[in-house]
């Protein structure tokens, strides 16, 4: 028996696990089914997927702090996921009222809830559309971002669910060359480089979910960002990327299996 609720779309098949709300679970939220909670805590057993969705979070939050200190007021969120508390535009338009966001998710659950939160917010909006699609993604996004002006292009955690065959780097390229100079990509992404068994046993259960994964090595990572000027402190895992704090970066960063970066392009 599943658990349809009230809030999800029809034509979602709650069996099938959604990496968005496995994502909404490890982070407390509560807009996930009993196929998403049952992999989350199939992954909680291989891999620290908490703290690393949680450190992943951390390092969005600072990375739009820094690019709206750098003058960015547009952001284009590839991969947005499911609304928890700490959002683009919450974060963004805090530090500056001004900033506009566009969401962008292929999950429908993620994008209804987007637009319930955004309803009232004229300088925010969500579009369901395929991130594999840069040339509609960014043509929808017209509506709202300037793409004449610097834009803050997101890809946060999300394109190690882009297989190879996908070519993940074309894909980035295509969004760069929207992009207007002085724009900037802040990106971050799975890796087996510090734990390849256990990351290779969670990519075993991301088999059996609507996206599975394929973690990348450093090189490949870097190689996201061809065309990019790499800002300041280059190619690190999530918590290195401009802590706040001496204290926000664990004994081990490496265990947050995930790299983080941001470019600018010239």
Known sequence: ?????SWAPEGVDVDLPSSARIYDYLLGGGHN????????EALIRVLPVRDMARLNRSYLRRAVLALVDAGVTQFLDLGSGIPTVGNVHEVAQQADPD????????EPVAIKHSELLLA??????AVHADLREPEV???????LLDFTAPVGLLAVGVMQFIP???DPWGILVRYRDALAPGSYLALSHFTPDRMPQAMAAGADIFQHTAEPITPRTREQVLAMLDGFDVVEPGLVFTPEWRPESPEDV???PGR????AVVGRKP
Do not use: G, K, Q, S
Request: charged share 40%; with cysteine; glycine share 0%.
């Open 33 to 40: 089914f009993a196929a998403d909670r049952d992999t989350a």
């Open 1 to 5: 028996m599943v658990d349809r609720v």
């Open 99 to 106: 900033c506009r966001v566009v969401y962008v998710d292929i």
């Open 250 to 252: 664990p004994d081990d």
């Open 120 to 125: 009232d917010n004229p300088r925010a909006r």
């Open 164 to 166: 190879d065959e996908d």
């Open 137 to 143: 993604v960014v043509e929808a996004a017209r509506e």
């Open 256 to 259: 947050a299996n995930l790299y």
